[in-house]
């Protein structure tokens, strides 16, 4: 029997249909093994008509994986209270013979595929499977990956049809051209608070040979959302195989003189200022996360993967982050998610309201004061709570950027760390080598107490990516190198930190300093301002920092100030290399040269300045050079 006929008996005549409609019998046979695999007692499959999508938030109400809040639109999602994060250890990349790769969580693909399929035999049974399409990138577009989600979880398919674009008409319009990535989806057994049950056997598996991603017993966003994360370790594969690169990276619009319009993109690891700086509210947000970059007749070319946000909750307040404060308290379409909540409305951690002293949240009924069974506190709202909104409700959001089949055009490239002592706040690499050697290959951020409780340790984590990367560190690097030969315009290379204190540990930087330094990335990528050559790379003048300070923020700009972030300080930056140095050189196979060789190269020019300025050299006695 072809899968087809199989299909035909395994489906309502209706959902059937709307299958049939769809001329690819790779996407036939997928789904008839799935769905007798899995059991379910009844099938829904999503088109992309408005009627499908309602059915789905509907669902997600009836199943109770969701509740309705007060205002209209927004309800509230819960995880399991041992759910709330992705799950790193069970998060595995399966490769034939379970090939070691450095930095990598890898396991046998043969063991991994067996266990998938045993913990995932009639898990659907009494419940109501969802057949999803999305794709990743704007629809008919050269960034286009079209992608199939099977889940149980109204949530985790409601989610995906606020942060992606529908795709069952591409699934049509490609037929049997469609390579398509598949994900499969069980929150398995479900507790009365309808959170998953069975956590020990909670298990992430990708697998690189089929593009497929199987998610079983867990309802975490990021363990589940089958688009995010998991696809990304597959598109940085396919990246890197196809010579362009799928990245961690907001994508903004920066506003120039006389209407100019600049577009960034910009990585940074948790925590370093990523989304506060695509937020700047005189500034245009086209994606906050993941984005596509092709090269297309020599030039660069970006575009978000997602259509949406699925964003940290914590810490926003009206005075730091008004744009998205403002979204969170309109009536457009929100999941709230491991909030509190009380009386029909949404509490969050450090929101710069006075928060209720009971009410419900991921642990269930909730107080004050209240603790779990290891005796830790329970904080009002996770750490970890999470909203999940459409980005055309923001005031701010570029939508003729995000939807553009061609993407825009990248002028510049940001990557940012946690640093409190080696990098100077803004500076532009010399070349595009350089940029991703110095700047992307060597990028380090200092973990904070919330999250180590040891302050200030030092994580490698090139391009802020290490988290989810499936290919051997060495590998990624070449592509990166490669496709700056494949552009006649590279887009400029930056490196940002926010994070810069004295010896006596205060701040040299304030929060808003950041739309300054975008400012003046932007007049460099057009050749508007001259820059002082530093053994590092290009660093802005004083002069027009302090215009750009009075245009931008209405602040004064002392040299003093100027001087103290600026200055090049040689002893760190070696020490840096080292480091850096050591990890690749012992950590990560088949790296190119030139790696080695560009940082020999900076460690030369730092020792050359040394000998003639000292240990810490001045920005203003490097302009007089």
């Given at each position: 029997m072809d899968a087809l006929e199989k299909l035909r008996e395994l489906l309502p005549e209706e959902q059937f249909e709307k299958v049939k409609a769809i001329d690819n019998p790779e996407l036939h046979a997928f789904l008839a093994e799935w769905i007798e695999w899995l059991e379910p007692s009844k099938v829904f499959v999503c088109t992309d008509s408005e009627e499908d999508e309602q059915y789905v938030r509907w669902k997600a109400l009836y199943y109770g994986e969701e509740k309705m809040l007060e205002t209209p639109n927004h309800t509230v999602h819960y995880d399991n209270y041992y759910d709330q994060a992705r799950d790193k250890a069970n998060t595995k990349l399966l490769v034939p013979g379970g090939k070691e790769i450095p930095f990598l969580n890898t396991k046998d693909r043969d063991e991994g595929l067996k266990e998938i399929r045993e913990l995932m035999k009639g898990v659907m049974k009494g419940k109501e499977l969802f057949i999803c399409f999305f794709v990743l990138g704007p629809k008919n577009s050269i960034f286009t990956i079209p992608a199939v989600q099977l889940t149980d979880s109204a949530y985790v398919a409601h989610s995906e049809f606020i942060l992606y674009r529908k795709g069952y008409e591409e699934f049509k319009r490609l037929g049997r051209n469609a390579k398509f990535f598949r994900f499969v989806h069980s929150a398995g057994e479900l507790?009365?608070?309808?959170?998953?049950?069975?956590?020990?056997?909670?298990?992430?598996?990708?697998?690189?040979?089929?593009?497929?991603?199987?998610?079983?017993?867990?309802?975490?966003?990021?363990?589940?959302?089958?688009?995010?994360?998991?696809?990304?370790?597959?598109?940085?594969?396919?990246?890197?195989?196809?010579g362009w690169l799928s990245e961690h990276m907001f994508l903004m619009r920066v506003n120039g003189p006389n209407g100019r319009k600049t577009y960034f993109t910009g990585a940074y690891p948790s925590m370093c200022g990523k989304t506060s700086t695509a937020m700047i509210p005189w500034e245009n947000i086209v994606g906050d996360d993941l984005t596509f970059i092709l090269p297309v007749n020599g030039v660069a070319r970006g575009a978000n993967v997602e259509k949406g946000v699925f964003g940290i909750i914590q810490g926003v307040?009206?005075?730091?982050?008004?744009?998205?404060?403002?979204?969170?308290?309109?009536?457009?379409?929100?999941?709230?998610?491991?909030?509190?909540?009380?009386?029909g409305k949404p509490y969050w951690n450090e929101m710069g309201v006075e928060i209720p002293e009971e009410g419900e949240n991921h642990s269930g009924k909730w107080w004050k004061g209240k603790k779990d069974k290891e005796g830790n506190e329970i904080p009002p709202s996770h750490k970890n709570a999470r909203f999940t909104v459409s980005l055309e409700h923001f005031p701010n959001v570029d939508l003729e950027a995000l939807e553009n089949p061609c993407g825009v055009e990248v002028g510049g490239m940001i990557f940012g760390g946690r640093d409190k002592d080696t990098w100077p706040p803004v500076r532009e690499a010399f070349d595009w080598k350089h940029g991703v050697i110095t700047m992307g290959a060597s990028l380090e951020s200092e973990t904070t107490a919330a999250t180590l409780g040891k302050e200030g340790v030092r994580a490698f984590n090139p391009m802020a990516i290490l988290d989810f990367m499936s290919v051997p560190l060495g590998e990624y690097i070449e592509n990166y190198l490669r496709f700056g030969e494949k552009l006649r315009k590279a887009p400029k290379i930056f490196a940002v930190n926010y994070f810069l204190r004295d010896e006596n540990g205060n701040w040299l930087n304030h929060k808003l300093d950041k739309a300054v330094?975008?400012?003046?990335?932007?007049?460099?990528?057009?050749?508007?301002?001259?820059?002082?050559?530093?053994?590092?790379?290009?660093?802005?003048?004083?002069?027009?920092?302090?215009?750009?300070?009075?245009?931008?923020?209405?602040?004064?700009?002392?040299r003093e100030a100027y001087e103290k972030q600026f200055t090049i300080r040689v002893p760190e930056l070696l020490a840096k290399i080292e480091r850096i140095e050591k990890i690749y050189r012992e950590k990560v196979k088949e790296v190119p040269e030139e790696l080695f060789r560009v940082l020999e190269e900076e460690r030369k020019r730092l020792l050359e300045a040394r000998e003639k300025y000292g240990d810490y050299i001045s920005p203003f006695v490097l302009e007089r050079a």
């Open positions: 507790d009365e608070r309808k959170t998953s049950k069975n956590l020990d056997k909670r298990r992430i598996y990708i697998d690189l040979v089929d593009d497929t991603v199987y998610s079983v017993n867990t309802q975490y966003g990021g363990n589940t959302i089958g688009l995010k994360k998991l696809a990304f370790r597959l598109t940085i594969q396919k990246a890197v195989k196809e307040n009206p005075e730091d982050d008004p744009i998205i404060w403002k979204v969170l308290h309109s009536p457009v379409e929100i999941i709230f998610s491991n909030v509190l909540v009380k009386d330094w975008l400012k003046w990335m932007e007049l460099r990528v057009h050749g508007d301002v001259d820059a002082i050559e530093t053994p590092i790379g290009y660093i802005p003048k004083y002069e027009d920092l302090a215009r750009l300070f009075k245009e931008v923020l209405n602040k004064d700009y002392s």
